[in-house]
């Protein structure tokens, strides 16, 4: 089926193929794709957005809880400004995360989780409230403190301050009161210890607040106990009534600062308490975050893998394809080169052929041009001879002009003529007539004449009976009828004879009045010609007029055939020149042609194509090189009848159908 | 003896006549006369041979077609039919020949009496045979040719 197929068909086949498989290798390469596309798609459109958005919620998360804890340690309002603005970033993420889950199926557990965390930062949210509120109370209670502090610090001042001033007036008196002086002493002591216990319950809570650790507040706070005692101590010892006003002052603003103080632990407590709720709270949302982030980076990575191995199978698959692929149009691309080298090959030999016919031919060009070139000054000698005879023609025609004037004369004579013969011919007509009429008279009295002979033989045969019966003598009388009836006899004969001769000459004259006829039709007849040949005659003359006007034009033409058959001559020699010429070329052709084999076949100098040279060479001298004009004029003859030795058809050059083109294939 | 009798004719003239291309002979004494054909008059109830009777100067008298007599066949009349009128035992009748030729004069020894032709061959009515030159004429005894006839009509 191969071979029978042409080598279009072969190549379009094979292309096919080609393109077949290159087109299955796409599409199988273009659904890979397409899947590899969609889970890129999905990773990109939803695993990493939701990567992205929990993430941010994550930070933003993280973020408020600095910013929260900052708050609750620093207790700065800008800490709680910037958390709450978190807030409302990781509330707007959540958001986000939320629309993000509900936009894809796959992404249920992100919503879950979002609405989940949301749930979660709305109780954050109360906590923060909680937190501020705790705050604000902790600031009212230190401040609360701190006044009833500055309260305790003062009235220890004052009351130093009057120890002092007593004192002083004490050893101002002589002799000084020992005892008054030691006991102002003490107290002045007292009241200093009790100024650096509460300076000490001061740093003490400063401290725990500092340390962050209730336990040395609660030691400050025991520390407020040991207060009262010295109190109870210093009252006491204290007699004047302004100085225990001012002991129980101090008293009062140790309780209320002991009241502050345990509040304050109270709230502390309370705070630390939210701050673990908060943290908790914080915690879950994060962790949510944290979690929903993982599954988010797990389905990107599997999304990831997914396409990864998609991409790796259309990669194998695309690699055996193409592996295949070209096995399969390396192939094809030997079988169809095979085939067309070969064509080719052929084809060259056939050009090489045809170069080699071509250069023969231009040899047998170059001759004939110079047979033509001889043949063209023959022909001006003879159109020399052609335009002297053309000169007699002219005189002749003349005179042939002047001679159908004449004919024309003597043809309008004889059609007179032939009017008097016609004439004639009806008067001879009429006188037939009248001789057919009187010769049927004559027949009629010969009848009669014939009738008188028969009566007359009758009668005398009746005589002849009278004579008999009159015996001897009637024999006179019987010789007289004897006569009588022989005259009868005679006459009848006569009469018959000129009977048949009557009738003859009517037939004759019958036969004479149709010549007649026939000669006046002819003479009519004669007439017409006439007519006709004086016509023609006319013509005739017009026509040699024509004539000689035709022949001086046919004179000019020769004279400028005469310049054509000169410059034929010089066109030819010119011929012969380029057909020598077209030999070189020819056989720069042949040499071409060995190039172009060579190239194909890589072989060098081929010998085959040697030998079809050398056996064209025979045919080339066959068909007359340098031969006699006959033979040349043969030659043609014979290669425009396709009889030539080496007329080849297309189909015996290239052998598309042939088996034996791909037979060692 | 008889036939001998009858076969030996007379010498003497004989009126000549033909019927188709035989040529025949008939004792002038017993003609009366030769006429021209004219109008026949037919009768009923006759032979088929008697024609008619014809109006001669006065006298009627039969007429014979010797052709149908003879049981030849017949012919239309022509110019040349004649009737010939015969005196028959003081009667007169006339018979149609095709042509009447010439009155001959036939001697003895020209005669010669018919040769036996069989013996149921009637031959009563031939005189005998008259030889002239190189024809033969048949010479007639119309007496017995016509005397049926006769008594019949």
């Known amino acids: ?665 | 003896m008889t036939t001998t009798q009858n076969c030996l004719a007379k010498e003497g003239k004989y009126l000549t006549f033909a019927l188709g291309k035989e040529d025949y002979g008939l004792e002038i004494l017993k003609v009366r006369e030769i006429i021209g054909l004219m109008n026949i008059t037919a009768v009923p109830q006759v032979p088929a041979y008697v024609k008619g009777v014809i109006n001669l100067r006065g006298k009627v008298i039969p007429v014979i077609a010797l052709r149908l007599k003879f049981n030849m066949p017949s012919i239309e009349m022509t110019a040349e039919s004649c009737i010939i009128v015969i005196n028959l035992n003081d009667a007169l009748i006339g018979i149609i020949v095709d042509k009447v030729n010439e009155v001959l004069n036939i001697k003895q020894e020209m005669i010669e009496s018919l040769p036996n032709c069989g013996a149921d061959v009637n031959t009563d009515y031939i005189l005998g045979i008259g030889k002239i030159k190189d024809t033969v004429k048949i010479l007639l005894n119309i007496e017995k040719v016509l005397s049926e006839d006769h008594q019949t009509v």
């Open chain 1, 1 to 665: 089926m191969w071979n029978k197929m042409s080598l279009a068909m072969k190549l379009a086949f094979g292309f096919g193929v080609v393109v077949f498989i290159a087109i299955t290798l796409g599409s199988i390469a273009v659904v890979n794709m397409k899947s590899v596309q969609l889970a890129a798609n999905i990773v990109a459109k939803e695993n990493v957005p939701e990567v992205a958005v929990v993430n941010n919620v994550e930070r933003w998360s993280l973020k408020t809880m600095y910013e929260m804890r900052g708050y609750a340690y620093t207790e700065d309002e800008q800490f709680l400004n910037h958390a709450r603005e978190n807030l409302a970033q990781v509330k707007k993420y959540l958001a986000d995360a939320k629309a993000h889950g509900e936009s894809s199926p796959r992404l249920v557990k992100l919503k879950e989780s979002a609405e989940k965390a949301q749930a979660t930062t709305l109780q954050y949210e109360d906590l923060v409230i909680q937190t501020e509120g705790n705050t604000n109370e902790l600031k009212v209670i230190r401040k609360k403190a701190k006044e009833s502090w500055e309260i305790y610090i003062q009235t220890c001042k004052d009351f130093i301050a009057s120890q002092e001033r007593q004192l002083k007036g004490e050893l101002a008196e002589s002799p000084i009161n020992k005892d008054k002086v030691e006991k102002r002493i003490q107290k002045i002591n007292i009241v200093i210890e009790l100024r650096a216990m509460a300076n000490q319950v001061a740093i003490g809570t400063w401290e725990s607040q500092a340390e962050r650790d209730p336990a040395l507040f609660t030691e400050a706070e025991k520390k407020i106990n040991q207060i009262y005692p010295e109190l109870d101590n210093l009252s006491a010892l204290t007699v004047k009534q302004a100085d225990l006003d001012l002991i129980e002052k101090n008293r009062n603003a140790a309780k209320t600062y002991e009241e502050d103080m345990k509040n304050f632990l109270n709230k502390w407590f309370e705070r630390e308490e939210l701050n673990k709720k908060r943290n908790e709270v914080a915690n879950n949302v994060l962790s949510l975050a944290k979690t929903t982030a993982e599954m988010g980076i797990e389905d990107t990575a599997k999304g990831a893998e997914n396409a990864g191995s998609a991409l790796a199978g259309a990669t194998s698959i695309m690699v055996i394809g193409l592996v295949l692929g070209t096995i399969i149009a390396i192939l094809f691309a030997l079988l169809i080169t095979i085939g067309i080298t070969k064509a080719i090959i052929k084809v060259v030999k056939a050009i090489n052929d045809g170069s080699e016919q071509t250069s023969s031919a231009a040899q047998q060009v170059a001759s004939s041009s110079e047979e033509l070139s001889q043949g063209a000054s023959e022909q001006a000698s003879v159109l020399e001879e052609t335009s002297s005879a053309l000169d007699q023609i002219t005189s002749m025609i003349k005179q042939n002009a002047d001679n159908a004037l004449k004919a024309n004369q003597i043809a309008t004579e004889a059609k007179q003529h032939a009017e008097k013969g016609e004439v004639s011919m009806k008067e001879m007509h009429i006188s037939m007539q009248a001789i057919g009429e009187s010769a049927d008279k004559v027949g009629k009295i010969i009848k009669t004449i014939e009738e008188i002979a028969f009566q007359t033989n009758i009668l005398a045969l009746n005589a002849a009976v009278e004579a008999a019966r009159a015996g001897e003598h009637g024999r006179g009388f019987a010789v007289v009828a004897d006569e009588v009836r022989n005259l009868a006899q005679r006459a009848s004969l006569a009469a018959k004879d000129t009977q048949s001769l009557i009738e003859n000459s009517q037939i004759r004259t019958k036969e004479g009045a149709e010549v007649t006829k026939t000669a006046s039709d002819a003479l009519g007849q004669i007439i017409d010609a006439t007519k006709k040949v004086a016509e023609v005659v006319n013509e005739i003359a017009q026509a040699s007029k024509e004539q000689s006007e035709g022949i001086s034009q046919v004179t000019n033409a020769i004279s400028q055939m005469d310049q054509v058959t000169q410059e034929n001559a010089a066109s030819s020699e010119q011929t012969a020149a380029a057909s020598e010429q077209l030999s070189g070329h020819a056989q720069n052709l042949n040499e071409m042609v060995l190039g172009l084999q060579q190239i194909i076949t890589g072989e060098n100098g081929d010998s085959s194509a040697q030998a079809q040279r050398v056996a064209l060479k025979g045919p080339a001298k066959h068909l007359g090189l340098g031969g006699s004009k006959m033979k040349l004029v043969k030659a043609n003859k014979a290669l425009k009848e396709g009889k030539g030795p080496k007329v080849l058809r297309p189909e015996e050059i290239i052998p598309f159908d042939e088996k034996e083109g791909f037979k060692d294939f």
